[in-house]
């Protein structure tokens, strides 16, 4: 795989509000990040962050 082509890594996105979740989606996607997924709450992070095993959490 060439430099350009590899993924910048998995990242799953926490925050309440619904807006910033599509907004942070939005911009790292751009960026050529991969959202792995999406958590509302602290209690749904911990479980998507065991099943997905995301590179980062933000």
Do not use: H, W
Not at 2 to 26: F, P, Q, T, Y
């Amino acid at each position: 795989m060439a430099i350009n082509e590899r993924s910048k890594g998995n990242i799953l996105i926490v925050d309440d509000e619904d807006i910033i979740l599509a907004d942070l989606d939005n911009r790292l996607k751009r960026f050529g990040y991969t959202v792995c997924g999406q958590a509302t709450t602290a209690e749904s992070a911990l479980k998507l962050a065991e099943q997905l095993r995301p590179d980062l959490v933000l």
